[in-house]
């Protein structure tokens, strides 16, 4: 599963963690609050079949090997989609319970992503570069 503040690919952090999510949760050990991005935090924008596209997170490493992992990458960028879905992992997490509206707009963002798989990669910028960039 996708882990926040972490590679898609091959889970190493690659921002400093401020917070993790405790014992028993479904998100166990994760980041839960993530502070600045290290030096080989990546951001890879992924073009999906639709012309959309989607932003994520790599270390330096495992950039020139995306294209060759997309199919592992992907699967873990779904589940961790679907996961946010579920009404009760959010109540484990903590999380206010979505309003049916909410609840439409996250399933509807999960079936897209299910529904559309990644062409490319477009860009790749070091995330330090993105956060200068923000501010």
């Known amino acids: 599963m996708k882990r926040y ?3 898609t690919d091959c889970d190493t952090e690659v921002f400093d963690c401020r917070a993790r999510w405790p014992e028993g949760t479904p998100l166990e050990g994760h980041i839960r609050i993530r502070m600045g991005a290290k030096d080989n935090a990546m951001r890879a924008t992924i073009a999906l079949m639709d012309g959309s596209s ?9 950039i020139p090997t995306i294209a060759e992992n997309m199919v592992k990458i992907w699967d873990k960028v779904i589940q961790r989609h679907v996961l946010s879905v579920d009404p009760e992992v959010r109540k484990a997490l903590g999380y206010p319970e979505h309003n049916p509206r909410q609840h439409e707009a996250a399933e509807r963002e999960a079936i897209h992503l299910i529904h559309n798989k990644p062409f490319g990669v477009l860009a790749v910028q070091p995330w ?8």
Request: net charge negative; aromatic share 10%.
């Open 5 to 7: 503040g972490a590679c």
């Open 54 to 62: 989607i932003d994520l997170t790599f270390c330096a490493d495992c």
């Open 128 to 135: 330090n570069e993105v956060v200068e960039w923000l501010a």
